[in-house]
């Protein structure tokens, strides 16, 4: 009984430093071994045996980017304004060894680090020149605060400023500022667009006044088009007559009839005085008492 019991704690024994012994290491986790005090070795992600009696995981490391959002810093510019400028560094540990040993308390040396860059950074710019130079101080602040924890065995990816506060005053000013020339963008753009508009109402009538001349015009020639082909046509006809006539070979006294018709033509203008020629004398009393012949014989039938 006694040997038995002497193998069961030999087991128990051998099963306690086997677990010991084993390590597994998740993915992308570092586990940092020290033996007799000393740094052995880092164990990366996977199965790993360790001295259970010399070994001992002195620090668990994570390999994931990490980010830190640092509190409000005071800062003071080149023209002696106060800003509280709030920070983000997102970082990465690249050797465990460096990191575990190279500073105490890693997170406050990069908080501390963060705030001098920064007050040196900012102390060389105005208030204006801090406000719209975001990614100026970004990139600087990532490049010196890269370098200074390279020996740390961190790497420095990005820097954020998340807030810049002026002072009150500043913030007062700036605003009445913005307001002053957001009115002054909305009355250059109200100007031009009357500017515009009369432009092109001036436009409009010009184009309308020319149009209305060429109608004008067209109206003008068609007109003169017209009058002329009527006194064309009159000519025409009064040739066509005239040759008819001359054909026709037509007697005296339808010359002297022709002639009348003529003269009463010229008689129904304004003129007061009318000469009759000789000639024409006869024709007109025979017309006359033709005329007083054609009236009697009106009445009888009236009777």
Do not use: C
Not at 88 to 95: A, E, G
Not at 274 to 280: A, R, S, V, W
Request: glycine share 4%; net charge neutral; charged share 25%.
């Amino acid at each position: 009984m006694i040997g038995y019991g002497i193998i069961v704690v030999l087991l128990a024994i051998i099963f306690v430093i086997t677990v010991k012994a084993i390590k597994i290491v998740p993915e992308s986790k570092v586990y940092v071994v020290e033996r007799l005090g000393k740094y052995s070795q880092g164990l990366r992600s996977g199965l790993h045996f360790i001295n259970p009696f010399f070994d001992k995981i002195s620090k668990v490391i994570s390999l994931k980017e990490q980010v830190v959002d640092f509190p409000p810093q005071p800062v003071i510019t080149k023209d002696n304004a106060t800003m509280q400028i709030d920070t983000i560094v997102y970082f990465q540990i690249t050797d465990p060894k460096l990191y575990t040993y190279g500073v105490e308390r890693p997170i406050s040396a990069i908080e501390n680090l963060t705030a001098t860059t920064l007050r040196n950074i900012i102390g060389d710019m105005t208030v204006d020149q801090t406000l719209t130079s975001r990614d100026t101080i970004n990139t600087a602040m990532r490049s010196e605060l890269d370098e200074a924890t390279d020996p740390w065995g961190i790497k420095v990816n990005r820097v954020e400023l998340k807030s810049i506060l002026p002072p009150e005053d500043i913030r007062v000013a700036m605003e009445k500022e913005m307001k002053a020339e957001r009115e002054k963008r909305a009355n250059i753009l109200e100007a031009q667009a009357k500017k515009e508009s009369a432009i092109l109402v001036a436009e409009g009538n010009k184009q309308a006044a020319i149009l209305n001349a060429e109608a004008e015009k067209e109206t003008a020639i068609k007109r003169a088009e017209g009058q002329a082909q009527a006194i064309l046509a009159i000519q025409k006809a009064q040739a066509e007559s005239l040759r008819v006539l001359s054909e026709a070979d037509p007697s005296q006294k339808v010359l002297t009839l022709k002639g009348l018709e003529a003269f009463q033509k010229v008689a129904d203008g304004k003129a007061t005085k009318i000469i009759i020629p000789t000639e024409l004398s006869g024709l007109a009393s025979l017309a006359t008492s033709f005329a007083e012949l054609n009236q009697k014989v009106e009445l009888k039938k009236e009777q």
